[in-house]
T-cell receptor, first 111, second 114 residues
Framework: AQRVTQPEKLLSVFKGAPVELKCNYS??????LFWYVQYSRQRLQLLLR??SRESIKGFTADLNKGETSFHLKKPFAQEEDSAMYYC?????????????FGRGTQLTVWP | NAGVTQTPKFQVLKTGQSMTLQCAQD?????MYWYRQDPGMGLRLIYY???????DKGEVPNGYNVSRLNKREFSLRLESAAPSQTSVYFC?????????????FGAGSRLTVL
């Protein structure tokens, strides 16, 4: 079974502070991991894919297979980063591409 | 613009009423999904469809039915709405491209059941 855990429902930081949103996963196949972001009253948008090893809006996420984690990090948080963040996993062995989501972390960046 | 379109955006129902949420995508994706989003619960998969003509249950299928009418359209039906189905519903489609999954979401449909 595939599972995604985001231990923090709420996370608050001040502008300019580093931020880390935690994500741990368990899987029985070969996972593909994502971070999705949902700004207030907007649709979910893809933020990062681990397969791309990219940095988007200053965010990075590294897949740690030993710790089965895919934490999202940004060195200097901005007010516009305030949003709901979801970690998600796809079984890469599945042609369906079914996505399993964590419960989300609401990030608030205070001025 | 290419993407996933959901209708309606908002709907209020009385307990026992029925309704259908419509979803269409114009990206020629094979897989389509319906999720519900509830506070503290994240996104939970209701039903999904790997291709035209096939549908499968997700985590929370009870009280819902779906139809994959063609490759573009995937509808979600509530036959007898209950207050527990008050939620925001998201449709999504998925394409596997260059070994990676590319998922696109609709804007959501906010449903209130009184």
């Amino acid at each position: 079974a595939q599972r995604v855990t985001q231990p923090e429902k709420l996370l608050s930081v001040f502008k300019g502070a580093p931020v880390e949103l935690k994500c741990n996963y368990s899987y029985s196949g070969s996972p593909e991991l994502f971070w999705y972001v949902q700004y207030s009253r907007q649709r979910l948008q893809l933020l990062l894919r681990h397969i791309s090893r990219e940095s988007i809006k200053g965010f990075t996420a590294d897949l740690n297979k030993g710790e089965t984690s895919f934490h999202l990090k940004k060195p200097f948080a901005q007010e516009e980063d305030s949003a709901m963040y979801y970690c998600a996993l796809v079984d890469r062995g599945s042609t369906l591409g079914r996505l399993y989501f964590g419960r989300g972390t609401q990030l608030t960046v205070w001025p | 613009n290419a993407g996933v379109t959901q209708t309606p955006k908002f709907q209020v129902l009385k307990t026992g009423q029925s309704m259908t949420l419509q979803c269409a995508q114009d990206m020629n994706h094979n897989s389509m999904y319906w999720y519900r989003q509830d506070p503290g619960m994240g996104l939970r998969l209701i039903y999904y469809s790997a291709s035209e003509g096939t549908t499968d249950k997700g985590e929370v299928p009870n009280g819902y039915n779906v139809s994959r009418l063609n490759k573009r359209e995937f509808s979600l039906r509530l036959e007898s709405a209950a207050p527990s189905q008050t939620s925001v519903y998201f449709c999504a489609s998925n394409e596997r491209r260059s070994g990676a999954n590319v998922l696109t979401f609709g804007a959501g449909s906010r449903l209130t059941v009184l």
